[in-house]
């Protein structure tokens, strides 16, 4: 009799007992690439001058090399899915996942150079080099402007593909543009 019993309790304790969720990671849509060589219709001088004028208010200046036309600038954002995409957990967007689960940080350079063209035109190119990190983990993720990188999870789900896959969301890259082609 206590064997029924015991057994109808077993049956009756897992049957309640919600199934075990299994994670989905789903990889991010695939974003088209961003132009980043621009012609501005200035004088190299004073495209430089004004560069550094307007940016050094919002960005840290890591180094700057006018001979070599180099300037490279630091960022630090809390609002990681803003600017990059690494895809879903569960239909929560995995950085965002990643930042309630083990905390998480997103910084990088901006590299611009710039090159005279001729006397009233320089060119100018941009890379915007990311770098996402779980805190706990110390999982990285770094890559940079039109390459998105797969890169092996420190700490992937149990049964779930290994790689997790990040890109810019070509933010900070727009919001550069729009801030250099007003420059006067």
Known sequence: MFKRYFFLFIF??????EPVTKNIYI????IENIETHLIVYQ????IWRVLLLELEND?????????A??????????EVSKYIDCGKM????????????????????????????EK?????????????????????????TNKPKSILAGN?????????ECTSKHFLEEVLIKQIAILK
């Open 12 to 17: 009756i304790l897992f049957s309640c007992q």
């Open 27 to 30: 990889p991010p849509e695939k």
């Open 43 to 46: 004088n190299f001088d004073d």
């Open 59 to 67: 960005y840290k200046i890591k180094s700057r090399d006018v001979d």
């Open 69 to 78: 036309g180099e300037l490279i600038l630091f960022f630090n954002t809390n």
């Open 90 to 117: 569960n239909e929560e967007i995995y950085v965002d996942y990643i930042d309630r689960i083990f905390g998480s940080s997103l910084n990088g350079q901006i590299r611009i150079n710039l090159n005279s063209i």
């Open 120 to 144: 009233n035109s320089t060119s100018l190119d941009l890379i915007v080099m990311y770098r996402f990190t779980s805190k706990e983990t110390g999982s990285r993720w770094s890559f940079e």
């Open 156 to 164: 992937p789900s149990y049964g779930l593909d290994s790689y997790r």
